[in-house]
Structures are given as structure tokens and as C-alpha cells.
């Protein structure tokens, strides 16, 4: 009896040291032996929405940003809870929030947006929709008379589980799948195990391809002005993901990797080149605030800016700075931020609210 007695110990001692040795691994990861600061030298001003807005894209020409609303506390897409896109006139001394489409599309789920405008040609605002049946589109909206109509709904069976979009051409834009569409059970895995399960994928107007695969959960994409840059954050992997991106061909090139010691989620590019990323410091409070909206979960914005030149090789990365920090109270769990002159407006993924905010001069 204690021959078998003792193996079987030492193989208990072993498996709980195992399990002991990814708690600490999953709670470094998930952040929370990480200080950040949570604070905002400045003042915000908050706009109630009548769902949250979880991203936003601003024309800048005329000072309007534009924001997914959707009532994502209440639980997965339904044909009783649906969305739309918002419109925020920045010029106004308190903007209030108004329809930006003459109408809604069939069972419209907003997620991520993107705002293509080219000179002589009417704006068109790209939005991800999931549908009831749990699939997934992107709806196509064209701008006339100082209103988005709906224009086409694309489909391709490379969207898998989109979650953020930027559009490059009038039907052409590049997309990121953050998984392969699997249930709650493997997404715990994913977390667990940091497995890269998502993809990005570009459409050419008629047909979706596959061009990037195995990526760690990504949830932001944007561009630079002049198209020849194309950003990827990487919740999984705490890092965001630089493409070298040939304008003619679409073609991309990995061109550098940027460590962000915190999770990004949707990235906006200001037109001066400058990114300004939503991340999430703390993952363990992010999860228990998807699980119940009503628990906070701190939120924290970036700016990088790739006109400043990079780090020698152990070097602090000057080019990467924290601008807002807050520990859930004002907003939680930020999941957009986009910048408008001197204001930085704020989204979140259930906080039904928008903040604009103005640092201390």
C-alpha cells in the first residue's frame, strides 16, 4: 500500500504545483500584479446613450463623430434588441446624439465601424453586424443629403467572428476575425492557454481571403492617412501588430511588432498619423464585467506615435504614452478612443454613455 501511496503523492504534488504555476501565470497575464495609472489630468463630460457605443469614427472634415450603439448589456443579438449608428456634431458646445442613418438595415447588431472618404465621392460608413442566427455582415452605408443609407449587405464565409473593420476602397476594406466562432468553453481555453485562434482578412470587393492567421485575439485594425501603414492590437498578446501595406496591391509585409504590456481594443489613427488605442489593464475585471455589466472594470488609453524614431534594442519605448487611466468609476471598460482636435472621445463595450475629454492646458 504505501509503495503505491507514495507515487501517487508525489504525482498529486506535482499536478497541484502545475496548476499553481499557470494561476500565477494567467493572473501575470490577466494583469493583475500590473500597477497602471488611473488617472486623467483633465476633465470629461459625459453623453448618456441609449446603448453603448463600442466604437466610434470621427469625420474630421466636418467635426462629426459617429458611434455603434447597441444595447449589449441585454445579451446576445436578438430580433427584439437591435442598433444603430449615432452621430455626435463635435462643433457644438454640447453635443447630443441623433440618428446618422435614414434607416436602419434588417436586424442590425453594430460592432466595429470604419468611415471611408475619398475626394468626389460620397462618404461610406463599413459597419460589422451579427445576426441572430449567428452569423455575420458587414453593412455598407453611402452618404446623401447629410444622411447614411444602407447601400449592401456583404457576406463571405471568412467572417467567422469579425470584430473590427477598416475600409480602404468602396467595397474593399480589411477585417479581423478575434476567434474561429467557438462557444464561452473554448474561449476560456483560448484565455487560459493564450492560443491564437483569430485572423485577419482582407476583401477585394467581391471575394474575402484569409492573409494572416494565428493572431491572439485581435480587436482593433485601422490605417494610416496615406494607406501604406495598416495597425492590429492583439488582446492575447499584448502588442500591436505594424504592416508595411503596398497601396496598389493591397499586399501587406509585417514591418514591426510593439509591445503594450496591456490589452488593445479598437485603434483610431488622427490625421496626423498618430494611434490612439483603448486597452484593457486588467483582464480579470474585464471578464467579471462581461459576465455582469453592473461589476466595473478599469479602462486605459494609449498613444503611439510612429513619426518619433524607434527604441535602441532594452530601450524605454518613447513613442508609446499613456494618456487617460481610470479604474472603471467614470467609464468601464473603454473600448474605443478617437481623437478631434484637442478632445479624446471615449466608448465602452455596455457603459451606455460616451465621453469627451479635454486635458489640462
Known amino acids: 500500500m504505501k509503495k503505491l501511496l507514495r507515487p501517487l503523492l508525489i504525482g498529486l504534488g506535482i499536478l497541484l504545483l502545475g496548476l499553481l504555476v ?3 501565470d494567467v493572473a501575470r497575464f490577466a494583469g493583475e500584479f500590473h500597477e497602471f495609472d488611473a488617472r486623467f489630468p483633465g476633465s470629461c463630460s459625459t453623453i448618456a446613450l441609449g446603448g453603448s457605443a463600442e466604437d466610434v469614427q470621427i469625420d474630421r472634415e466636418r467635426g462629426v ?9 441585454s445579451g446576445e443579438p436578438s430580433e427584439a434588441i437591435t442598433g444603430s449608428v449615432m452621430l455626435l456634431d463635435l462643433n457644438l458646445p454640447e453635443p447630443a446624439p441623433r440618428a446618422a442613418l435614414a434607416y436602419d438595415p434588417p436586424n442590425f447588431h453594430p460592432h466595429g465601424l470604419s468611415l471611408y472618404q475619398r475626394a468626389g465621392e460620397a462618404p461610406r460608413l463599413f459597419a460589422i453586424s451579427h445576426w441572430p ?4 455582415s458587414v453593412e455598407v452605408t453611402e452618404q446623401s443629403g447629410g444622411a447614411f443609407f444602407p447601400r449592401e449587405t456583404l457576406r463571405d464565409a471568412a467572417f467567422v467572428n469579425p470584430n473590427a473593420l477598416v475600409a480602404v476602397g468602396p467595397r474593399q476594406f480589411y477585417l479581423v476575425n478575434s ?7 473554448a474561449r476560456t481555453r483560448e484565455f487560459l492557454f493564450r492560443q491564437a485562434l483569430g485572423s485577419l482578412v482582407y476583401y477585394d470587393g467581391e471575394h474575402a481571403k484569409v492573409i494572416e492567421q ?3 485575439f485581435p480587436a482593433g485594425i485601422s490605417i494610416s492617412p496615406d494607406g501604406t501603414r495598416l495597425y492590429v492590437g ?3 498578446r499584448k502588442q500591436l501588430r505594424i504592416y508595411r501595406r503596398d497601396t496598389a496591391t493591397a499586399a501587406l509585409s509585417l514591418d514591426e511588432i510593439v509591445a503594450l504590456d496591456t490589452s488593445p481594443d479598437n485603434i483610431n489613427v488622427d490625421d496626423d498619423g498618430v494611434v490612439w488605442i483603448a486597452a484593457h489593464p ?5 471578464g467579471a464585467h462581461v459576465g455582469n455589466p453592473a461589476k466595473r472594470a478599469p479602462t486605459q488609453v494609449l498613444r503611439f506615435d510612429p513619426r518619433q524614431p524607434k527604441p535602441a534594442a532594452g530601450a524605454n519605448d518613447t513613442r508609446l504614452t499613456q494618456v487617460y487611466g481610470n479604474d472603471g468609476g467614470e467609464i468601464s471598460a473603454g473600448s474605443v478612443a478617437a481623437h478631434w482636435r484637442s478632445e479624446l472621445l471615449i466608448g465602452a463595450v455596455f457603459d451606455p454613455k460616451v465621453l469627451i475629454c479635454k486635458p489640462l492646458p
Open 22 to 24: 499557470l494561476a500565477i
Open 65 to 73: 463623430a459617429y458611434l455603434s450603439v447597441l444595447d449589449r448589456a
Open 133 to 136: 442566427d449567428r452569423s455575420h
Open 179 to 185: 476567434d474561429r466562432g467557438g462557444d464561452e468553453s
Open 214 to 216: 494565428d493572431l491572439g
Open 234 to 236: 492583439e488582446v492575447l
Open 282 to 286: 486588467k483582464l480579470f475585471a474585464f
